[in-house]
T-cell receptor, first 115, second 112 residues
């Protein structure tokens, strides 16, 4: 089983719908992240959380919200999806103690299409 | 200026070739540096860290020039399986981007 699991893996939805992407990890890491990836734009950070009570906006948080339900779970919500939120979304984790190793562990990604 | 810049490529090379990727970063407070690899439609994975003295892992060599704020990755004897996108990543402690800042990646295609 994957250490970082994202659900759903693929989703097609319509403009205006509420969407939640879920992420769970079995690595015991404190830090969790949500990124989106678009062709030509690379990985962009949406939100990150360094522990359960800590939530921080990233580069492109507008239109998104997150919830850190537990150390192992970090969900991303689109309250009212719009077509330019069509992208590949990645959840990632890292260990605070490994901050200088630069190693993020990514989930397999959730491909979201908003029509 | 973007915080981490890479030539997007694509680099199309024959098997056995040597290929080098470059990356520049703008924040002089950057503390650590990495190369990630991302296969098509897959998640990024750490390839190697980049140390000030330069480091090698098999056919892969990474180098850092702090004065020029420049990082490189050299791949020798390219294999078909090296085809992927290579992401330059910079760690800025206390930065606003959750510490790790990703370049947009350089695409490598190794042909038979």
């Amino acid at each position: 089983d994957a250490d970082v699991t994202q659900t759903p893996r693929n989703r097609i939805t319509k403009t205006g719908k509420r969407i939640m992407l879920e992420c769970s990890q079995t690595k015991g890491h404190d830090r969790m992240y949500w990124y989106r990836q678009d062709p030509g734009l690379g990985l962009r950070l949406i939100y990150y959380s360094f522990d359960v009570k800590d939530i921080n906006k990233g580069e492109i948080s507008d239109g998104y919200s997150v919830s850190r339900q537990a150390q192992a779970k970090f969900s991303l919500s689109l309250e009212s999806a719009i077509p330019n939120q069509t992208a590949l979304y990645f959840c990632a984790t890292s260990d605070m103690g490994q901050v200088n190793t630069g190693e993020l562990f990514f989930g397999e990604g959730s491909r979201l299409t908003v029509l | 200026r973007k915080e981490v810049e890479q030539d997007p490529g694509p680099f199309n090379v024959p098997e056995g070739a040597t290929v080098a990727f470059n990356c520049t970063y703008s924040n002089s407070a950057s503390q650590s540096f990495f190369w990630y690899r991302q296969d098509c439609r897959k998640e990024p994975k750490l390839l190697m860290s980049v140390y000030s003295s330069g480091n090698e892992d098999g056919r892969f060599t990474a180098q850092l020039n702090r004065a020029s704020q420049y990082i490189s990755l050299l791949i020798r004897d390219s294999k078909l399986s090296d085809s992927a996108t290579y992401l330059c990543v910079v760690n800025v402690i206390g930065g606003s981007q959750g510490n790790l800042i990703f370049g947009k990646g350089t695409k490598l295609s190794v042909k038979p």
